[in-house]
């Protein structure tokens, strides 16, 4: 019954691109190419910045690296205290480690780390930046 002003969007837009960030993640660590490369577009219809979508990937990858390299029969409330970071968001990662060899998992980053690079030297094609960025992580 009231009216709806700014914030009241901002907030809902704010969740949409949290949401579609975890949906990115969860895209990329199953492979799936459209998908993912549909949510980074929709991220940048949200004037999402490119370096916080690498950023995301980038810490993605990182939880999966830290995850694999944890002992065996870590629990993941332990993992979750020892990285600060929830269980929840844990498991997600998680499920997608058989995928990922550490080899793969350190190729992931260092692409993330060569397309940080090239949008903070002025690349001037970002969409295609990081299209062929999300099919090349895709198929790693």
């Known amino acids: 019954g009231s009216r709806i002003n700014r914030n009241d969007v901002e907030k809902i ?3 949409g691109k949290l949401e579609s960030i975890f949906k990115l993640q969860d895209f990329v660590g ?3 190419t459209s998908e993912a490369l549909a949510t980074v577009e929709q991220l940048l219809l949200w ?4 370096i916080r979508i690498l950023a995301s990937l980038g810490s993605f990858y ?3 690296l830290r995850l694999k390299r ?3 029969g870590t629990s993941l409330d332990r993992s979750a205290a020892q990285f600060g970071l929830s269980p929840f968001y844990l498991k997600k990662c998680g499920t997608h480690l058989r995928r990922f060899s550490e080899s793969k998992i350190l190729m992931a980053l260092d692409l993330t780390s060569q ?3 090239e949008i903070k030297k002025g690349a001037s094609s970002i969409r295609p930046l990081l299209s062929t960025y999300i099919s090349q992580l895709c198929s790693v």
């Open 13 to 15: 837009v704010g969740f």
């Open 30 to 32: 199953r492979g799936q």
């Open 47 to 50: 004037n999402e910045k490119p």
């Open 62 to 64: 990182l939880t999966m």
């Open 70 to 72: 944890q002992p065996q």
């Open 115 to 117: 397309k940080e690079m």
